[in-house]
């Protein structure tokens, strides 16, 4: 399946992170190194103690909503994340199991800015009225639409594209604005469970330098491709672009089902007309058709990754930026 304007699709066999399984933390990390329990054994916890002497349990929306918030967290708290890695948000339906994890917890996280659109009757359906959401975009200025999207596809598919109402959500993927998610699940992770305040700041801090170098890596590293222009068929990339002074000049919408030969011709006219310096497909994805057109076009392309899939350890989001970095300045020499 091919990517489109939508969030990235995988196969990835990755298992999402439940209640009661073990979990991999930056070993910079502070915890208390408590055993974490499933939500089968919270009743117990709340019945024998106070609501004060146990982890406050924490949701996570989809993969690097649950990474930022496990650097932060550490061991003190169980965090689970709701979306199995590499699944697509805008289509995801919650099951039963989901809205019983909302039910439980004390605390969700969430990207924001309209991306997490089964949220609203899951929340509703859980339930849970001492529930505390932490909004991580919340601050940040979404982008609108900075570059044309060209619909090759036929009317089904344009109905079945999704569009994104409150800007473009994909914020995460700078590392800027990657810093001020972390800031605002601190502060509320803070605000949920203030007695382990100490804890929570010194975690951040601790993946809030990381991030600052990583950025220091890509303005370094990118600075001598000013301006270099790219087309990619996921809109996933202009907070990116935006930041490093890349120019994604456009966003071909392409059939999720096979391309006719009347939507390769419009393909490739629209790639011609923007004279690009590369392609951008993703990981997780058929690329074979884009392959094709990349060689009709003397075209490289290359993968870009959303980091919308990929192992949960929270350290796994610089190694996948700096496999996006090293992508970006072979494509733009």
Not at 175 to 196: C, F, H, M, S, T
Request: a negative charge.
């Amino acid at each position: 399946m091919l990517a489109t304007a939508g969030c990235n699709q995988s196969n990835s066999t990755v298992t999402p992170v439940r209640q009661g399984e073990e979990q991999v933390s930056p070993p910079s990390l502070v915890g208390t190194g408590e055993k974490e329990v499933g939500l089968s054994d919270r009743n117990s916890l709340t019945s024998g103690s106070s609501s004060q002497s146990r982890p406050i349990e924490v949701v996570t929306t989809f993969l690097p909503m649950y990474w930022f918030t496990k650097a932060v967290a550490g061991n003190l708290v169980r965090v689970e994340v709701l979306l199995p890695p590499g699944t697509e948000v805008h289509e995801y339906q919650a099951t039963p199991k989901d809205v019983q994890a909302i039910a439980q917890a004390d605390v969700l996280v969430k990207n924001g800015l309209g991306l997490e659109e089964f949220l609203e009757n899951t929340i509703k359906n859980a339930r849970n009225t001492q529930l505390k959401q932490i909004e991580a975009s919340r601050g940040i200025k979404a982008l609108q639409e900075i570059s044309p999207v060209v619909e090759v596809a036929d009317k089904a598919d344009r109905d079945h594209k999704h569009e994104h109402s409150a800007g473009n959500p994909h914020v995460w993927l700078d590392p800027i604005l990657a810093i001020k998610q972390v800031e605002n699940i601190r502060d509320g992770l803070i605000a949920a469970d203030p007695r382990n305040k100490v804890t929570y700041q010194a975690n951040a801090t601790a993946y809030i330098q990381q991030l600052q170098a990583l950025d220091r890596e890509f303005q370094q590293r990118l600075q001598q491709y000013p301006n270099c222009t790219f087309v990619t068929f996921h809109d996933a990339y202009p907070y990116l672009a935006q930041r490093y002074q890349l120019k994604q000049v456009a966003v071909v919408q392409i059939p999720e089902d096979q391309l006719s030969p009347g939507d390769i011709q419009k393909t490739i006219s629209t790639v011609k007309q923007y004279k690009v310096k590369a392609l951008f497909g993703e990981s997780g994805t058929d690329n074979k058709l884009l392959k094709n057109l990349s060689q009709d076009l003397k075209l490289n392309l290359s993968v870009l990754d959303s980091l919308e899939s990929g192992p949960v350890d929270p350290q796994h989001y610089f190694t996948a930026m700096k496999a996006n970095l090293q992508t970006l300045e072979s494509a733009c020499r």
